[in-house]
């Protein structure tokens, strides 16, 4: 079965997404930060102490969740030129990698994900010692 141009042409919206969703992660992460480091209503040094170890690594992770996106997306874009100039076996094999690149991606953001979880879990710590 030969692959059309028409193939990793689909991917094209949905990489398109994930890396505006990655942006989106990133710019609240940064919010969150400068709120952290906001002298007026801080947190105690303790949560904020406890936070900055979790934020430097979702970081860092989102930087490769969004490098791994990109190249996924330029792997997708060499498939289809390769297609277009009739390299089938070439096409076939970038838009693999591609595929593989965007599985990378979407395992970093998972893995942000869990991280995040336990930020909020800090966060909700300061509720139980009030009551």
């Given at each position: ?39 007026e209503?801080s ?9 900055i ?45 591609s ?33």
């Amino acid at each position: 079965m030969d692959m059309t141009i028409t193939t990793p042409s689909l991917l094209f919206p949905a990489i398109s997404l994930l890396l505006l969703a990655y942006t989106n992660r990133f710019v609240t992460l940064t919010n969150v930060i400068r709120q952290l480091s906001a002298p007026e209503g801080s947190p105690s040094k303790e949560v904020v102490r406890r936070q900055i170890v979790g934020l430097r690594k979702r970081l860092q992770i989102i930087r490769l969740m969004q490098a791994s996106g990109v190249m996924s997306f330029v792997f997708c874009t060499l498939s289809m030129f390769a297609l277009l100039l009739q390299f089938y076996l070439l096409g076939q094999f970038l838009f693999a990698v591609s595929l593989i690149l965007l599985v990378v991606s979407l395992l970093f953001s998972f893995y942000e994900v869990n991280i995040s979880t336990n930020a909020i879990n800090i966060e909700l710590e300061k509720f139980d010692e009030k009551h």
